[in-house]
């Protein structure tokens, strides 16, 4: 059994917002091991990218801690903050804003090969040619400028800059989201190949289901900061257990015909992460939701599958009558 690499204990991430707190991430805990894949899904300002942002450390935590490879990396600063650099790198959702348009691809991928001089200056063209060979980019490429690049060309740029440093851990922010879906199947695809053969590990943040489905090993659900749901990545598509995960895996499109298939539709709107409703911060949207809902918030606990949890006072009671197209 692979050990963990990766350890998220109580982390916390409030912006101020006018003298206020916003909550972009509550209390939020997980494990990631060795060579796997741990998707992070969620609707738009969920706090799943804050997550990311302050694992890399490009954001501060307001509280609880990071472990990477057993070490606490939350206040790690000088050479030790450096360090981190090569183990843990990140894919940008926009492949556009996150390359400098000043430079040339060549000049993009031997930048942080100098900074962190992992290899001699006579070594770095070598292994820019390895990184084009690796993520199939053409090497006829690398004296043009990021915008005379396709979308899925500069996308590739980006995961040979994050894969430039030999990384152990590599968080991956929405990296296809932006991309055609044939491209998608593309980039997807290498990346599974290439975390075979150099053992990375992956944080997939997206909200794209079908996607996490495809290379996730693990996933866990956002909503509103928190973390409602996790389990193994085909046991939460057969059997979700939150109401929230429920509504999510209904709107994923499907070219199988399914008679019983529903579309959920929630009603009302996200709380505001300034103030989140006492109890669960998702009863205001839920069709099960009873009393209790609004004054005790559940805890993220076990259910009767194995390595699935839930954070529902009602995951196990079925009811009928659930809002639908």
Not at 149 to 159: F, N, P, S, Y
């Amino acid at each position: 059994m692979n050990k963990a690499l990766l350890e998220v204990r109580e982390l916390k991430k409030y912006f101020d917002a006018k003298g206020k707190n916003l909550k972009a991430v509550d209390n939020v805990s997980f494990t990631i091991n060795e060579g796997e894949t741990m998707g992070l899904v969620g609707e738009s300002g969920c706090g799943k990218t804050t997550v990311g942002n302050v694992i890399v450390r490009l954001l501060p935590a307001t509280g609880g801690s990071v472990y990477f490879g057993g070490e606490n990396i939350t206040e790690a600063r000088g050479r030790g903050n450096k360090a981190l650099c090569r183990d843990i790198q990140i894919i940008f959702q926009d492949p556009y804003s996150s390359l400098n348009p000043k430079k040339t691809i060549r000049k993009i991928l031997a930048e942080p090969l100098q900074v962190q001089k992992t290899v001699p200056k006579n070594q770095i063209s070598a292994k820019i040619e390895q990184l084009c060979y690796e993520t199939n980019l053409q090497p006829g490429l690398l004296n043009k400028y990021p915008h005379e690049l396709d979308g899925g060309k500069r996308q590739t740029v980006g995961i040979a800059r994050a894969l430039s440093l030999d990384p152990k851990l590599i968080v991956c922010d929405e990296p296809v989201s932006s991309l055609d879906v044939s491209i998608q199947a593309q980039i997807i695809n290498m990346m599974m190949d290439l975390q075979k053969e150099k053992k990375l590990t992956y944080l997939f943040i997206s909200h794209d289901l079908s996607v996490v489905k495809h290379i996730s090993t693990r996933i866990k659900v956002m909503y509103l900061g928190k973390i409602v749901e996790e389990a193994l990545s085909d046991d939460l598509f057969a059997n979700p257990q939150h109401p929230y995960t429920k509504a999510l895996l209904s709107a994923v499109p499907s070219i199988e015909p399914e008679r019983d298939k529903k579309r959920i539709v929630l009603g009302g709107d996200v709380p505001s992460p300034i103030d989140p409703p006492p109890g669960c911060r998702f009863c205001k949207r839920c069709w099960m939701a009873e009393k209790i809902c609004s004054i005790v918030e559940p805890l993220l606990d076990k259910t009767s599958q194995k390595e699935h949890c839930v954070a529902c006072h009602f995951a196990d009671k079925q009811k009928t009558g659930m809002p639908a197209e």
